[in-house]
C-alpha cells in the first residue's frame, strides 16, 4: 500500500509532530512505543504512540529527555510541608522497598504510588488507578508510612461525607436543570432603569410560530390552453377558437414569524449585555432579546398607587442558563435576591444555644474555654455581676477542643496555668463551674475529686482522665490541683449505655491538658498569661481564688 504524497507531507512540514520513532519511559514506570510529539503545553505533552494518543505529565518525563528534545521545563509547584513531607515519606519507601505485596498476595510497584493517604495507597496500574487500605499492607508498608488508625478513621469519614455531598450536590443540581428549564422564556426585553447589578425591565414573551401563506403566480400568454366553442351558420356547425387565458399557479410556502405571547410588565433581569452596546430604536430606547431564566424573585423598592414608596417582589431572571441552575441548586426557585443579584438573608429569631463556663488566664480578659462551647456561635458573652459582656472569640483548636475568647473593659482574676508532668496517680483535684445552669441555677458549684490518669480515652496523651463530678454546662471550666493551678479544661464526660444528655455521669471524665492551652496561646499575639505570684495570698483559699476567676458562657447560634 503506497501513502498518499499529500498525507506525507503534513507529516513533514507540520510543525506539531516530531517524527521521534523511539520509546518513552516516564518516571512512573509507563513505557510508549514509537512516539511522536503532537502538541506541548507548559506542563504536559501530547504523543502520538503505538498504543494511541496519551497527554503525559512533564513531571513524569526524564530529564534528559525533556532536553534532548528543547521542551520547556514543567511549571515550579510549590509545596506544603506537609506535602513535603509525604513526598519524602514516598521517595524513601520507593528506594528502600522497589515492589511491595498485600496481604490478599497482589503485587505493586513503588514507583507507581500516586498518592499517599491517610488510609492507603493510591495506585497506577495498567488496569486504572486503585486505592489500598492499609489494614491489607504488611506491618512495614504501615510504618513506612507512619500509618495512625485514628487519623485513617476520620480521613474515610471525611470521604464518606464528602461523595454524599458530592451525590446530594449533584442531584439538586439535575432536579434545579428541571426547574430552570421550565422557566424557560424567549423575551424581547425595554430596559427602563439599570438597579445594582440587574436592570428593571419590561418584559414581552415571544413565540416563534410557523404559518402558511398562499401566493398566486399569473402565467405567461404560452400558458393558455385554448378550448374550441361550437358555431351555428348557413346551416353548418362548426367551431371557433375561445379567447386565450393565462394560467394562474398557487404556491404554499411555511414563515416563521414571532408574535408577542405575553407582556409580564416590570421584571428584574441579571446578566445582560453592556448597555451602550445595545442599538437603540427611532425613540432612543434599548432593547434586548434572546432567552431568560427565572431564579425566583428580586425585592425593590418602588410607589405604590398612593404615591408613597414601598418594597416590593418582582419576578427575578438570569440569561445565563448555568448561573440560574446554581442558583436554583443552592436557594430554591423561591429565593428572594436583592438587587445586587445576591440571595437575601431572611431575619432569623435569635435561638438560645447553651452554656458552659470559662476562667481567666489573663488579668486584661482573656478567657480559657471548650472549643465546643462556642464553636459555630454568632454571639458569645460572659456574665458579670449578672450583666451579659459580648466576648469575642480570639483563636480556636477544635481538634483538641480549647478556645481562648476575649472581654473588653473588665477586669479579670487570672488563674495560673500548669503542665501536668508534676502530677500524680491520686492527686486531689476539684472545679468550680455552671453545670446545668438553666435547671439548678447560675451561681458557680464546686465539684471534687482525684486524678484518675495521666492519659484519657483509648489512652488519648492529650487528655487526662479524673473523678471529679461535672455535668452539662461544666464543660470549658478550669480543673484545679491543690494550690488552685489550672492542670486542665473540663472536656467531656461518660455517658450511660443509654446515651443523650439524661444519662447519670459515672465520675469517669475528661478534661484537655493544660499546656495545650499554653502552646494555643503562644499563638495569640500581645497575650501573656498570668505567671505564680512570689508569695502566695493568705487570705484567699484556692477554691475561693479560682470562683473568682470562673465564668459563664452563653452562646447564641443561628
Known amino acids: 500500500m503506497k501513502s498518499s504524497p499529500t498525507l506525507l507531507a503534513v507529516l513533514l512540514l507540520s510543525p506539531l509532530v516530531q517524527l521521534l520513532g523511539e520509546d518513552l519511559a516516564t518516571l512512573d514506570g509507563n513505557r510508549y512505543l514509537n512516539i511522536k510529539i503532537s502538541s506541548e503545553k507548559p506542563d504536559s505533552i501530547k504523543v502520538i504512540h503505538d498504543?494511541?494518543?496519551?497527554?503525559?505529565?512533564?513531571?513524569?518525563?526524564?530529564?534528559?529527555?525533556?532536553?534532548?528534545?528543547?521542551?520547556?521545563?514543567?511549571?515550579?509547584?510549590?509545596?506544603?510541608?506537609?506535602?513535603?513531607?509525604?513526598?519524602?515519606?514516598?521517595?524513601?519507601?520507593?528506594?528502600?522497598?522497589?515492589?511491595?505485596?498485600?496481604k490478599d498476595g497482589r503485587e505493586f510497584r513503588s514507583s507507581r504510588i500516586i498518592d499517599v493517604e491517610p488510609s492507603g495507597l493510591h495506585i497506577a496500574t495498567e488496569g486504572g488507578s486503585v486505592r489500598v487500605k492499609f489494614i491489607d499492607l504488611p506491618e512495614k508498608v504501615r510504618e513506612a508510612f507512619h500509618y495512625n488508625a485514628h487519623n485513617a478513621s476520620e480521613y474515610d469519614a471525611a470521604q464518606v461525607a464528602k461523595n454524599r455531598a458530592a451525590t446530594e450536590l449533584n442531584q439538586r443540581m439535575a432536579n434545579a436543570a428541571s426547574l430552570v428549564d421550565l422557566g424557560l422564556s424567549h423575551v424581547r426585553l425595554l430596559l427602563l432603569q439599570n438597579v445594582g447589578k440587574g436592570w428593571l425591565c419590561d418584559m414581552d414573551v415571544l413565540k416563534d410560530v410557523q404559518e402558511e401563506v398562499v401566493t398566486a403566480h399569473q402565467g405567461s400568454a404560452l400558458s393558455a390552453k385554448p378550448t374550441r366553442q361550437k358555431e351555428a351558420g348557413f346551416g353548418r356547425i362548426g367551431s371557433r377558437p375561445s379567447p386565450v387565458a393565462p394560467q394562474v399557479t398557487y404556491e404554499t410556502t411555511q414563515v416563521q414569524k414571532t408574535i408577542v405571547l405575553a407582556n409580564l410588565g416590570r421584571v428584574m433581569v441579571f446578566g445582560l449585555p453592556d448597555y451602550n452596546s445595545l442599538q437603540p430604536s427611532g425613540q432612543g430606547e434599548r432593547f434586548w432579546?434572546?432567552?431568560?431564566?427565572?431564579?425566583?424573585?428580586?425585592?425593590?423598592?418602588?410607589?405604590?398607587?398612593?404615591?408613597?414608596?414601598?418594597?416590593?417582589?418582582?419576578?427575578?431572571?438570569?440569561?445565563?442558563?448555568?448561573?440560574?441552575?446554581?442558583?436554583?441548586?443552592m436557594n430554591g426557585s423561591a429565593k428572594q435576591y436583592t438587587t445586587e443579584g445576591e440571595p437575601e438573608q431572611a431575619a432569623r429569631p435569635r435561638t438560645f444555644g447553651g452554656t458552659g463556663t470559662g476562667f481567666a488566664i489573663t488579668a486584661d480578659g482573656?478567657?480559657?474555654?471548650?472549643?465546643?462551647?462556642?464553636?459555630?456561635?454568632?454571639?458569645?458573652?460572659?456574665?458579670?455581676a449578672g450583666i451579659q459582656v459580648p466576648a469575642k472569640i480570639v483563636i480556636e483548636d477544635t481538634a483538641h477542643d480549647l478556645a481562648i475568647l476575649k472581654v473588653d473593659k473588665v477586669a479579670t482574676k487570672p488563674l495560673v496555668l500548669k503542665a501536668t508532668q508534676s502530677l500524680h496517680l491520686g492527686d486531689d483535684l476539684f472545679t468550680i463551674g455552671f453545670p446545668l445552669s438553666r435547671t439548678i441555677g447560675v451561681n458557680p458549684k464546686f465539684t471534687k475529686g482525684s486524678l484518675s490518669s495521666l492519659t484519657g480515652l483509648r489512652d488519648d496523651p492529650n487528655t487526662i482522665q479524673i473523678s471529679v463530678p461535672i455535668q452539662h454546662g461544666n464543660s470549658g471550666g478550669p480543673v484545679c490541683d491543690s494550690t488552685a493551678k489550672v492542670v486542665g479544661i473540663v472536656a467531656s464526660l461518660l455517658k450511660t449505655s443509654a446515651g443523650g444528655e439524661d444519662s447519670t455521669p459515672q465520675n469517669v471524665n475528661w478534661a484537655v491538658?493544660?499546656?495545650?492551652?499554653?502552646?494555643?496561646?503562644?499563638?495569640?499575639?500581645?497575650?501573656?498569661?498570668?505567671?505564680?505570684?512570689?508569695?502566695?495570698?493568705a487570705d484567699i483559699t484556692p477554691e475561693q481564688q479560682t470562683e473568682q476567676a470562673v465564668y459563664l458562657i452563653t452562646s447564641i447560634y443561628p
Request: with cysteine; net charge positive.
Open 51 to 102: 498504543g494511541g494518543v496519551s497527554t503525559i505529565a512533564k513531571k513524569l518525563l526524564p530529564p534528559a529527555f525533556i532536553a534532548q528534545h528543547e521542551l520547556s521545563p514543567p511549571p515550579v509547584v510549590v509545596t506544603s510541608p506537609e506535602v513535603a513531607a509525604k513526598q519524602a515519606l514516598l521517595n524513601k519507601f520507593i528506594v528502600d522497598s522497589p515492589s511491595f505485596v498485600t
Open 289 to 329: 432579546s434572546g432567552n431568560v431564566y427565572r431564579i425566583g424573585k428580586c425585592g425593590i423598592i418602588a410607589p405604590a398607587a398612593d404615591g408613597r414608596m414601598t418594597r416590593v417582589s418582582i419576578d427575578a431572571y438570569d440569561t445565563s442558563r448555568s448561573k440560574a441552575i446554581k442558583l436554583v441548586a
Open 366 to 384: 482573656y478567657i480559657g474555654t471548650a472549643a465546643h462551647v462556642v464553636n459555630g456561635a454568632t454571639d458569645v458573652s460572659i456574665a458579670v
Open 513 to 537: 491538658k493544660a499546656e495545650l492551652l499554653i502552646a494555643l496561646a503562644a499563638q495569640v499575639p500581645g497575650l501573656e498569661l498570668s505567671k505564680p505570684p512570689a508569695t502566695p495570698a
